[in-house]
Structures are given as structure tokens and as C-alpha cells.
């Protein structure tokens, strides 16, 4: 099987090829960071009318060049939800039009389930059962992987997600957009120590998160402050700590809950260097910890093509009625 992925959720254009026996074969991604900047976030028909410009292009610019056309393809995976739903249709549509035009199954795969199998594209690999935090700019949440396609959601964000509140931190401090990547990068020049923020939720049961309050306290320490660039580093610092120390030790509960031994942790948020540097201090006390890496940790088509060929190798496949969803339980994938 050869599998072409198209992943168009929400601000990225993705498209990438999986073959069955010699794995990832290639894929291209086009940010739409530059056409939402100047709006300070995502602007969801801006979004859906780029993706429909530059999908169609960017798969005849991969086959080119791998040296592959349409009769090389046997199956073709998408996005299905949760994300924009404008979004979602293009990716969806084209999708289903390719399948229908070389006559090859198509197959929609759910987002957070992608971002999981990303790690599966690596050389180490987890063995089911297993652990996961996946966080984002979307979603922050802990699931037990019992098997492929069987996932619990343990707990996840009453509010804000932990990407989320790294962007709007961000942009409370004047960092712009993307504001994660500029918080971390700008907290490398801080003192963790001048600020100190809640740990939201660590002194109660359970594995649920909330960020909102965390960046409030960021807000106000802002604005009560002298708002000179190294304060900015600082609160850039103390805020990112305070996030990093809460998911991990909410997924130290959860592996303690599940009698796991190994986490996995996926997701957009997964490539920031200071929560993978906490994450391997567990390895010390017996835990396995599995990261995509970087290029795969936020949206790419390389995780929707080889969750597709899963599917497809499961024998499932959909219709040609187009059907995506703007949220979408992973519990009932």
C-alpha cells in the first residue's frame, strides 16, 4: 500500500506519501503563519481559502518529486476533525475527489489520534498499553492507549489548552504570532525565580488541567511591573516552568494511575526543549518516554498518511459523502 496524506485541520497545508514496506517517503508542509499574522490568530476563511489554493499544488509538487504519479497511490487519508470545519471540507473534498479519480479508497482519520501515531513513525517504538499527553494548541488531555484505536481519556483541560495559554501569555507580553515559539525562546533569557506562578490543580485529585488562571496571574504580573524586556523574560520563564511542572506531574500521576511504565507525549507543545529535558528526568526512575520528532509534532500529513494506512490495512474505508467534524471525542474513534 502507498498512502497519500493530506492534513488540513486548521493553519497548515500538509501532504505527504507512506508506503507500506519502505515507510515515510516524503511530505511538504505550507504554513499560513505570515497570512494570519497581521490578525494576531487564525482567521478560520482565510485559512480554508489558502488551503484550497495551495493543496492541489503542493501533491503534484510531492509526486514530482519522488519521481511518483496518481497510478502509484492506493489509498488516499485526510483529516477528518476535529479542527476548522472550513478547513476540514477542503482537505475532505479534494480527498474524495482524488480517490474517486484514480478509483482507490479514501479515509478519514481523526487528528489527536494522528499526533499519537506520530511517534510510530519513529525507531523506538511504545508497546500497547501506554501513556499519553497530548498537548497542543488545541487540546491538553491524558489518555491510556489500550490498543490502537482504543483510547481513555483520563483527564484534560477545563479551559484554556496549554498551547493556548502559551499564545495568549504571549501576546499579553507584546511576543506577536505564533506567540508559543517566541515565549520559549524569550524565557531562555529569564530568571524563573522573580516570578512565582500557580501550579493550576496540582494540590487537588485527579488529572484534569486549567490554564486560565495561570495566565491571568501572568497578565497581571505584567501589568503591574516596569514591563522592561528583561521582565518580559522572566515572566516569559516563570510562566513556561509553571506549565511544564503541571504537565508533568500530572502525567507522573497518570502513569502511577495506570500502572504504566511508559508515556508518550505528542502534540504541538511536545517540541518545546524544556518540557522534553523534564520528561527524560523520569528515565532515571525506571519510565520510557517517546517523542516525535520535532518536524512531526505539530500539524503534519506524515501522521495523517500513516494512521490512514492503518485504517486502510484494517480493511476500513469511507464513503464518497463528504462528513468532517469540528470536534471530534477520541474516545470514539
Known amino acids: 500500500m502507498r498512502i497519500l496524506g493530506i492534513e488540513t485541520s486548521c493553519d497548515e497545508t500538509a501532504v505527504a506519501i507512506y508506503d507500506e514496506k519502505a515507510g515515510l517517503l516524503g511530505q511538504l508542509v505550507h504554513t499560513q503563519m505570515d497570512l494570519h499574522k497581521q490578525y494576531g490568530g487564525v482567521v478560520p476563511e482565510l485559512a480554508s481559502r489558502d488551503h484550497i489554493q495551495k493543496l492541489l499544488p503542493l501533491i503534484q509538487q510531492l509526486l514530482n518529486q519522488l519521481n511518483l504519479s496518481k497510478k502509484d497511490i492506493t489509498g488516499v487519508a485526510y483529516t477528518r476533525g476535529p479542527g476548522l470545519i472550513g478547513a476540514l471540507m477542503v482537505g475532505a473534498s479534494l480527498a ?129 511591573s516596569d514591563k522592561t524586556d528583561q521582565t518580559k523574560a522572566d515572566i516569559a520563564c516563570s510562566f513556561e516552568d509553571a506549565v511544564i511542572e503541571t504537565l508533568m506531574k500530572k502525567s507522573e500521576r497518570a502513569l502511577a494511575e495506570m500502572q504504566s511504565d511508559q508515556l508518550v507525549i505528542a502534540g504541538g507543545v511536545s517540541a518545546n526543549e524544556k518540557l522534553r529535558d523534564h520528561a527524560h528526568k523520569l528515565i532515571k526512575r525506571g519510565i520510557k518516554i517517546f517523542f516525535p520528532r520535532r518536524e512531526f509534532c505539530t500539524d503534519n500529513a506524515a501522521m495523517v498518511a500513516y494512521n490512514g494506512f492503518l485504517r486502510l490495512s484494517e480493511g476500513k474505508n469511507d464513503s464518497f459523502n463528504t462528513d468532517v467534524k469540528a470536534r471530534w471525542l477520541i474516545s470514539t474513534v
Open 96 to 224: 474524495k475527489s482524488l480517490a474517486f479519480a484514480w478509483q482507490v479508497p479514501s479515509i478519514g482519520v481523526h487528528h489527536l489520534e494522528s499526533h499519537i501515531m506520530a511517534v510510530m513513525l519513529e525507531k523506538e517504538k511504545p508497546t500497547y498499553p501506554f501513556v499519553t499527553l497530548l498537548v497542543s494548541g488545541g487540546h491538553t488531555m491524558l489518555l491510556y492507549a489500550e490498543k490502537y484505536g482504543d483510547y481513555r481519556v483520563l483527564g484534560e483541560s477545563l479551559d484554556d489548552a496549554a498551547g493556548e495559554a502559551f499564545d495568549k501569555t504571549a501576546k499579553l507580553i507584546d511576543l506577536g504570532y505564533p506567540g508559543g515559539p517566541a515565549l520559549a525562546k524569550l524565557a531562555l533569557q529569564g530568571n524563573a525565580k522573580r516570578f512565582h506562578f500557580p501550579r493550576p490543580m496540582l494540590n487537588r485529585p485527579g488529572l484534569a488541567f486549567s490554564f486560565s488562571g495561570l495566565k491571568t496571574a501572568a497578565m497581571q504580573a505584567f501589568a503591574q
